[in-house]
């Protein structure tokens, strides 16, 4: 018996990174207190480098960021559907991004930023 699929609302995050955090206003650094952002940037670089054993190389930061604003729901199977990718890298990519939507979220709530919880 296999086990049942993670699925993982990515909802919230996804709404404030497409409201608040898109390319623009991190490039021009408008609206968005300096504290998240550079928050945000710590957490996707730190996931981005998380050892998921056998392959050592980095995922992609902007890989992860483009997930995180596109993906109501992170699961293996919406992952693989958005990049293409095999079953192992989604898989490796689904688990990422459900510890940053996490510390993200985490962030988002600490520094009083508006978001559904």
Do not use: W
């Not at 623009?24 to 730190?46: C, K, Q, W, Y």
């Amino acid at each position: 018996m296999a086990r049942p699929t993670i699925q993982f609302n990515n909802e919230d995050v996804q709404t404030y990174l497409t409201a608040y955090l898109t390319l623009n206003h991190f490039m021009n650094e408008s609206g968005v207190p300096r504290v998240i952002t550079a928050a945000v940037d710590d957490i996707l670089e730190g996931v981005s480098r998380l050892d998921y054993g056998g392959n050592t190389r980095p995922l992609s930061k902007s890989k992860l960021y483009t997930l995180l604003s596109a993906l109501p729901i992170v699961s293996t199977a919406t992952v693989q559907a958005a990049t293409g990718q095999s079953s192992r890298h989604s898989r490796n990519l689904s688990q990422a991004l459900r510890v940053a939507s996490t510390a993200i979220l985490n962030t988002l709530v600490k520094h009083g930023e508006p978001c559904s919880l």
